[in-house]
C-alpha cells in the first residue's frame, strides 16, 4: 500500500488544519488505519458520490482535490465546499445511515479511501486507540461542517 500521498505535498492547497483528519497520526499509524481501508481512484470530473445514494462508507482523500453540490429543492445544482487532500467526506452518513445528502465530484484526479462501518469494527478491534482518534475527528469535523452551515443559513443564505 502506497503512502506517499499521505506525507508529501504536491503543490495543491493545503487543507485548512481544521479539517485535516486525523492529523497527528504517525506513519504507522496510518499503516494501521489504512489496513482496512478500500483504495478507490478517481477522474477529474467523475462523480464519486451521487445526492440521494445510501451509503455508509466515509472517505479519506489520499490526492486530489472534489466539490461538494447539492441540488435544491428547484433542483439548481449548488456549490457547498471543496474537499483537500487530508480531509474526509460522507461522515454524516457514516454516522446516521440516511442517504447521502450532497454529491462529490472530482475537480482533479485523485486517490481516497474509503471506511465501512464493517471496517471501522475491525479497525476498533485490532486498533482501538487509533479508532478511538478516528471517531473524535470525524466528530469533531462534522461539527465544524455543522457550525459552517449554521453560520450561512443564519445570514439567510440557501444552498
Not at 474526509?88 to 446516521?96: K, M, N, S, V
Not at 474509503?114 to 471501522?120: L, N, S, W
Amino acid at each position: 500500500m502506497d503512502l506517499s500521498a499521505f506525507f508529501e505535498t504536491d503543490g495543491q492547497a493545503q487543507v485548512q488544519k481544521t479539517e485535516e483528519f486525523l492529523a497527528k497520526l504517525d506513519e504507522d499509524g496510518w499503516k494501521r488505519f489504512l489496513s482496512v481501508a478500500q483504495r478507490l481512484v478517481f477522474r477529474a470530473n467523475e462523480t464519486v458520490v451521487s445526492q440521494s445514494e445510501i451509503s455508509r462508507t466515509f472517505y479519506l482523500v489520499a490526492r486530489g482535490r472534489l466539490e461538494v453540490v447539492a441540488k435544491d429543492i428547484q433542483g439548481a445544482v449548488r456549490h457547498v465546499y471543496f474537499i483537500e487532500p487530508l480531509s474526509i467526506f460522507g461522515e454524516q452518513a457514516f454516522f446516521d445511515g440516511h442517504p447521502r445528502s450532497a454529491s462529490v465530484v472530482a475537480l482533479t484526479e485523485g486517490e481516497l479511501y474509503g471506511i465501512t462501518p464493517d471496517a471501522f469494527e475491525i479497525l476498533a478491534v485490532r486498533h482501538p486507540d487509533i479508532a478511538r482518534l478516528a471517531l473524535l475527528d470525524l466528530g469533531r469535523i462534522l461539527s465544524l461542517r455543522l457550525r459552517e452551515m449554521t453560520k450561512l443559513a443564519l445570514r439567510g443564505r440557501q444552498l
